[in-house]
């Protein structure tokens, strides 16, 4: 690595040059917070190693500077007054180590190997998120849609407070677009958002993934777990579906809003953490208080800020711009030179109510291209259900059950995330929705 000692005893920068070079490291010297700066103006480090006091200098002062002249760059301090409270504050600050005086050339091998291997990771995940912008839309929030300017101007407005969001909606309507996006725009951006799918897992197995569990806690628990909610200390969590929490689980969150203590399963040990709440569901929660089936004072502490989104067919002068954000990302995905979509097909847009809305326009648009041979998406490109005689099928009419069936398989699989999820809203095996679905293939 290129390693920049900065420190004020020419003594310790000497003997430190010695063993970082005899490691293999390229290694330059500074005494002061200046010459550090200038240092990094004419040659970028790696890693710096900095002293705590330089003089009359603080290395605490100089350590934002560091950073700014070089983002991404270690920073171990070093200094022969340790106490917890330095440490904190370097950490917070950006320092990536904290190593006391004297400490032994081992001591400085395994300080350097922490942040290598930071260092990698940090790349790794630059990496998965560059995967992920080329397999996932861009999110498109702009809109021509006052009702959505509403929700938007709102969310906005409350993403820097801490503030608890429920956002309701019905299922695919951006309600998780939009909570990565008041989390991207608070104070906790650079901190985890930690999502928790509440309908995914039986009550147990949801504590244990919310809260952490214990070694032989319950049958299978091998090893001990920490939760999400430890993972997103610091960010914001977010409660997918949380009408579906569990009645058993909901008195263990609400202590957890209220005070942000919890206790992992199968243990008695309090902890806490501390992390902002966004949830959403598409349920009438106040009639599932009225039902028994949630906890009103649950709900209270969860609606704080309630943001409803708007379904699909309530944004017309959105489906058109939506549709071709979407074309262009999935003709870029599929190295296709795509220029939009036929009159017939925008009109046939246009027109459909979108049942599955956002989700099922993604749906729609991406089998759109993959099946155009290039130039304009047209009406045969896209779903049967949207533009042919079947998207006029209801129940009642002239049709024979065969082709009802067919029509609503399609449309519940476009307003489904999975084949799973499909099969599940049908209340049929996945396994005989496979074969069905094979069989409505052109």
């Known amino acids: 690595m290129n390693i920049l000692l900065v420190d004020d005893e020419a003594s310790l920068r000497r003997t430190l040059r010695t063993t970082l070079e005899a490691q293999g490291h390229a290694v330059r010297e500074a005494a002061t917070g200046a010459a550090a700066l200038r240092q990094l103006d004419e040659q970028q480090a790696d890693l710096v190693f900095l002293d705590l006091k330089l003089g009359r200098e603080s290395g605490l002062d100089l350590l934002p500077k560091l950073l700014e002249a070089s983002p991404g760059l270690g920073i171990v301090m070093m200094t022969a007054h340790a106490s917890i409270g330095t440490a904190v504050e370097a ?4 320092a990536t180590d904290y190593l006391p005086k004297p400490f ?43 009702a959505m300017e509403t929700v938007l101007k709102t969310a906005f407005t409350v993403a820097d407070s801490e503030a608890s969001v429920l956002l309701r909606g019905e299922n695919g309507t951006g309600k998780g ?50 939760g999400k909610v430890f993972a997103a200390n610091g960010g914001t969590l977010f409660l997918d579906e949380i009408g579906d929490l569990p009645l058993g689980l909901q008195p263990k969150l609400l202590r957890f809003i209220q005070d ?66 979407l074309l262009k990302f999935f003709a870029r995905q599929s190295g296709k030179s795509m220029t939009g979509f036929t009159a017939e ?51 009642g009419g ?36 496979y074969r069905k679905r094979k069989k409505l293939e052109p």
């Open 91 to 94: 950490m917070r600050r950006g």
């Open 104 to 146: 032994t050339p081992d001591e400085l091998r395994v300080a350097i190997d922490r942040w290598h291997t930071v260092r990698s990771l940090r790349g790794r995940v630059a990496r998965l998120e560059e995967q992920v912008r080329q397999t996932v839309p861009d999110v498109e929030l702009t809109t021509a849609e006052p």
């Open 177 to 226: 677009v939009l909570a990565r996006e008041i989390h991207a725009r608070s104070r906790r951006k650079d901190h985890p958002f930690v999502v928790v799918h509440c309908p995914s897992l039986s009550a147990e197995l949801l504590e244990s993934e919310l809260f952490g569990h214990a070694r032989g806690a319950f049958t299978g628990a091998v090893e001990a777990t920490e």
């Open 260 to 325: 942000r203590e919890y206790e992992r399963v199968g243990e008695t040990k309090t902890r806490t953490a501390d992390v902002r709440l966004i949830a959403a569901t598409n349920r009438d929660l106040e009639a599932e208080v009225k039902a028994g089936k949630f906890r009103e004072d649950l709900l209270y502490r969860l609606n704080v800020i309630e943001i409803t989104m708007p379904p699909l067919r309530q944004r017309r002068h959105d489906i058109l711009p939506l549709a071709g954000h």
């Open 345 to 395: 097909a925008r009109e046939v847009l246009m027109k459909h109510a979108w049942p599955g809305n956002l989700r099922e326009l993604r749906n729609a648009i991406e089998r759109g291209v993959i099946l155009s041979p290039g130039g304009e998406v047209g009406v045969d490109q896209l779903p049967p259900g949207l533009g042919s005689r079947k998207a006029r099928l209801e129940v």
């Open 398 to 433: 002239l049709i024979s059950l065969e082709e009802l069936e067919a029509e609503h398989i399609r449309r519940v699989l476009g307003a489904t995330a999975s084949l799973e999820e499909a099969a599940a809203v049908l209340g049929i095996d996945a396994s005989t929705l």
